[in-house]
């Protein structure tokens, strides 16, 4: 058992992995980590899938039956998918039967659905069903056309990873996405104990965006501000959870059975070398929270991480002091989130229909 890893989760940050494969699964790679590295959940989206099955022979079998049986591409892609994912719940069964909220796996509808509300809900209830185990999570994107299909997938009582998130202001708005669901469900007669959900809020891809536009600026000013914002846009909207925990709305739903609806750090991989490769771990060290990790930041948290105590309650105030910094060096917050947003549905789409395209060539 790593150390560093074990003194993040014992901070009360849940530590899951980013990433899955048929081959992670086989070898028990995927057992190990849970065993080993403090492991409690596992995240994918179509890029992660489209790497493993393209790198890997452990599908072609797989494919190769749902070819003879007739299947198109959208079906292979499916089955492949929802297979992996409900085996990795099994292997993750033990950890959601310990605990309240992790042994969790994620899969995320299809992002070409992005902007169709009623689509989006028919494919989480699609992949719901597939997937048939009670701790699986169903990612839909933060879009405003996913809002109102949180709402209703969280009212049938399925279980909702929200993704894609990068404002505190959208966040806000899932947050209460999730409560309204959660009151339907309530007045449908679900058992609000069964239903879990995570919103992730997407951290590293914040600081690249603004340190283009500082570094574009040019001004001491505005390099000074360079690789603080992601940090800084994660704890207002630690602020916001926090405020919603203490809403008299929330305080009803929780005394019916209802399940906190748990901030999960996502993209937390640095992407600019002269940054810490530990940053948006070390930095958002805070109880009731997920992160979310490629295994590359997880080996080098387990390597020298440093958990220092609670990094974030309370530095909301700081936190906005230095947004309103940065907009005095002339970055228009709200087009950030825009383009992030945008840019995030583009990636998805994108790698989703490389994902297709993959599968058509193993499909021969």
């Avoid at 494969?21 to 409690?40: C, F, M, P, Q």
């Amino acid at each position: 058992m790593s150390d560093r890893l074990k003194a993040l989760a014992d901070a009360g940050v849940s530590i899951w992995l980013d990433d899955l494969s048929r081959e992670r699964i086989e070898t028990g790679n995927l057992a190990d980590l849970v065993k080993e590295k403090s492991v409690v959940g596992v995240t994918t989206n179509p890029t992660i899938f489209a790497a493993a099955i393209s790198d890997g022979e452990r599908y072609d079998e797989q494919v190769r039956a749902l070819v003879a049986d007739g299947a198109d591409v959208d079906r292979v892609v499916f089955d492949l998918t929802t297979d992996d994912v409900r085996n990795a719940c099994d292997i993750l069964a033990p950890v959601a039967e310990a605990t309240a909220d992790d042994g969790r796996v994620s899969i995320e509808v299809e992002p070409t659905l992005a902007n169709d509300t009623d689509a989006t809900i028919a494919s989480a209830k699609a992949l719901w069903a597939a997937v048939d185990r009670p701790n699986v999570l169903i990612k839909i994107p933060a879009t405003l056309e996913g809002l109102p299909a949180i709402t209703a997938a969280i009212a049938e009582g399925i279980s909702v990873n929200v993704t894609l998130i990068f404002s505190t202001e959208r966040y806000q708005a899932v947050m209460d996405a999730y409560l309204s669901g959660l009151e339907q469900a309530k007045a449908n007669g679900v058992d609000l104990a069964t239903i879990r959900s995570v919103a992730s809020f997407f951290v590293s891809r914040v600081d690249t965006e603004i340190d283009a536009r500082l570094d574009k600026i040019g001004t001491e000013e505005a390099l000074a501000l360079r690789g603080k914002a992601a940090v800084a846009n994660a704890r207002i909207a630690y602020a916001a959870f926090e405020e919603v925990l203490a809403s008299e709305r929330w305080q009803a739903l929780a005394a019916a059975g209802a399940n906190v609806q748990r901030p999960l750090w996502a993209s937390t991989g640095v992407k600019n070398p002269d940054y810490p490769d530990t940053l948006y771990v070390t930095d958002l060290v805070v109880a009731d929270t997920v992160n979310t990790m490629p295994e590359k930041t997880l080996e080098a948290f387990a390597d020298h991480g440093e958990v220092t105590g609670d990094q974030v309650t309370g530095r909301a105030v700081e936190a906005q002091e230095l947004f309103a910094r940065l907009a005095d060096a002339g970055v228009d917050m709200s087009d950030v989130f825009e383009v992030l947003e945008t840019e995030g549905v583009d990636k998805f789409k994108k790698s989703w229909l490389e994902l297709l395209e993959t599968v058509k060539g193993q499909m021969g």
